[in-house]
């Protein structure tokens, strides 16, 4: 390789350097984003969560939440996951008390024991008793052997127990024994459902210490048969089953309303919300009290031009059809509820209703905020900074920010709080010194680009110049 092509090499890598691939990447520091807020946290933990407020799904600039981050007391941005929101379990018990029918027999009886069991018509036991070729001898001393317990309530209502609690009868402060449970719906089949050791136990200054409930996994049933493995067989004042009662816990959400604006097409309305919010649910909100409005929700969407020249076209799609309302009737007003729609991001919503001039409604929009977890390893203060239009997507999966937690230790986090948003530069001047800094950097590509062709002109005029000299430096034919 000569000198010459060592030169033209050069003059490539240097154009190639002045492109687009050597632009700066946006600067990602706490002054480049326009709203600020300082956060309330923990020294004492490594992993925690925020949820977003209201204010980040208003001055987010993207839709994903991109322009979001948590910076240290030095600038450092910090390593964080977004989390949708999940309904939660609540979870409760209800005391259910139960009928008791003991069953007694002789102490010289052995092997099972035949039953006369009646019953009414809804399945409510009446009796339990010994069958009259089973019955006892006059005089003859009898045992309790086992308690038939009655939980009633119809088949299609049975409740959901997972527990068995147990009340001494007056006069008697200490008791032990080992107990066991078995279940049935029809009093012929039995499944056995768990066993206990009961205690109570008292000392002189008449203070109780007990040990009085039965726990199984939970189960529905309409009968029990309590019997004793161990320990005297006792009476008890009361028996009362733990019903179990689970609900789910719909996540916190925010709620927006929107005030109308003409549309694009004839007989619209229009309404501004912020891309970042998610929305899930819907609702009109009406000035008049009687108002009935069937209408159309939807979404604009930009289609580009079909040929060079000719503007954009706008097109309507559809969301949901539903009738919206606002009644006042005997002194009471009804009001028509929130609609849940599939997750939508929009800027523009647009709203159909065909003959109702002059109606305007508000337009009240619901999400749920999103949780962030992020790894407190830097130097706190910490801040939450969002508005960065040129930010760069910085969220992370959460395995690489809480890796080895589970979905019960994510929600148990300790929880951030943020104070609100500060404005620290208008986001109109932040887009302007982001255009003026884009212009700079294209102007310095320029200018460099024209330098490169110039240095390459000036390389080969000396090329052509030494390929003259050394034609006329050789000697004739």
């Known amino acids: 390789m000569n000198w010459h092509t060592s030169i033209l090499n050069a003059a490539v890598l240097l154009a190639a350097g002045a492109g687009p691939a050597g632009a700066a990447a946006p600067a990602d520091t706490p002054q480049d984003y326009a709203y600020v807020a300082p956060l309330t946290t923990s020294a004492r933990q490594g992993v925690l969560q925020l949820r977003l407020p209201q204010d980040v799904y208003l001055h987010a600039r993207s839709a994903d939440l991109d322009d979001v981050r948590v910076f240290d007391a030095t600038g450092a941005a910090l390593p964080f996951a977004l989390r949708n929101p999940a309904a939660q379990r609540h979870t409760s018990h209800r005391s259910l008390p139960l009928k008791i029918f003991p069953l007694l027999a002789d102490p010289e009886q052995a092997g099972p024991v035949a039953l006369d069991v009646r019953t009414s018509n809804d399945g409510q036991l009446l009796s339990v008793q010994w069958r009259p070729e089973r019955q006892s001898v006059a005089g003859a001393s009898q045992r309790l052997t086992a308690l038939i317990l009655d939980l009633g309530g119809a088949s299609e209502q049975r409740p959901q127990i997972d527990a068995l609690r147990f009340t001494l009868p007056a006069g008697l402060s200490a008791y032990t024994a080992e107990v066991w ?27 109780t210490l007990a040990s009085d409930r039965l726990n199984f996994a939970p189960r529905r049933f309409r009968y029990a048969r309590l019997s004793w493995r161990s320990g005297t067989p006792q009476l008890f004042a009361s028996i009362s089953a733990d019903e179990l009662l689970q609900t789910d816990v719909a996540p916190t959400t925010e709620t927006l309303v929107l005030p109308p604006g003409p549309g694009k097409f004839a007989g619209d309305l229009m309404y501004t919300a912020p891309l970042a919010i998610p929305v899930r649910k819907v609702g009109l909100q009406f000035t008049s ?14 289609l580009p031009a079909l040929q060079v020249g000719q503007s954009t076209s706008w097109r309507f799609d559809p969301v949901l059809s539903a009738t ?15 609609v849940d729609i599939a997750p939508q991001h929009a800027a523009r919503w647009a709203l159909r209703a065909a003959g109702a001039a002059g109606v305007h409604p508000a337009l009240q929009i619901s999400w749920e905020p999103a949780s962030m977890v992020f790894l407190a390893n830097g130097k706190a203060p910490y801040s939450l900074a969002v508005g960065h239009p040129q930010a760069a997507p910085a969220a992370r999966a959460i395995e690489q920010v809480a890796p080895g937690f589970t979905v019960k230790e994510l929600k148990a986090l300790e929880v951030a709080t943020a104070a609100p948003l500060r404005l620290q530069r208008e986001p109109a001047a932040q887009a302007e010194r982001s255009v003026q800094q884009a212009s700079a950097s294209a102007r310095q590509r320029i200018i460099l680009l024209w330098g490169v062709l110039l240095a390459g002109v000036g390389v080969l005029a000396f090329m052509v110049w030494r390929l003259l000299q050394q034609q006329a430096t050789k000697p004739g034919p």
């Open 324 to 338: 919206f309302y606002r009644i006042t009737q005997d002194g009471k007003e009804r009001v028509s509820g929130a």
């Open 181 to 207: 449970l078995d279940t049935s719906d029809d009093l012929q089949h039995w499944d056995a459902a768990g066993t206990a050791e009961l205690n109570w136990l008292s000392n002189q200054q008449a203070q």
């Open 289 to 302: 009290s009687s108002t009935v409005l069937p209408v159309t929700l939807g979404i604009y969407r930009e």
